[in-house]
């Protein structure tokens, strides 16, 4: 499967952003799909992760409450709705495609990989 993230881009502390990834190759709605995302100097970290049908859903810590994953199994999309941003969201993010039942949080785990989308949130 081929995955290609779009949405990112430059706010302030405080502002929003919708990230979407869009799946093509297989049937989109046969797989989990997560988010991960990458700051300078950091190892890639887990960041949402959506099961089949739209549940469950994971998130870390540093995120709950201000971000939503959902998905379209129609538009064969996944999306990252990101508020109240920080700058420590600030992260090039990616979106990857697991074949597993179950959402994974552990990037091993995932079988496809989109290009990264750049966050920058600053004032």
């Known amino acids: 499967v081929q995955l290609q993230a779009s949405g990112g881009g430059s706010v302030q502390p405080g502002g929003s952003l919708r990230l979407s990834c869009t799946a093509s190759g297989r049937t989109f709605s046969n797989y989990c799909m997560g988010w991960f995302r990458q700051a300078p100097g950091n190892e890639r970290e887990f960041v949402a992760a959506?099961?089949?049908?739209?549940?469950?859903?994971y998130y870390i810590n540093s995120v709950e409450g201000r971000f939503t994953i959902s998905r379209d199994d129609a538009k064969n999309t996944v999306y990252l709705q990101m508020d109240n941003l920080k700058p420590e969201d600030t992260a090039v993010y990616y979106c990857?495609?697991?074949?597993?039942?179950?959402?994974?949080?552990?990037?091993?785990?995932?079988?496809?990989w989109g290009h990264g989308t750049q966050v920058t949130v600053s004032s």
């Open positions: 959506i099961g089949l049908g739209g549940a469950p859903k």
């Open positions: 990857a495609a697991d074949l597993s039942p179950i959402p994974q949080g552990v990037e091993d785990e995932y079988d496809y």
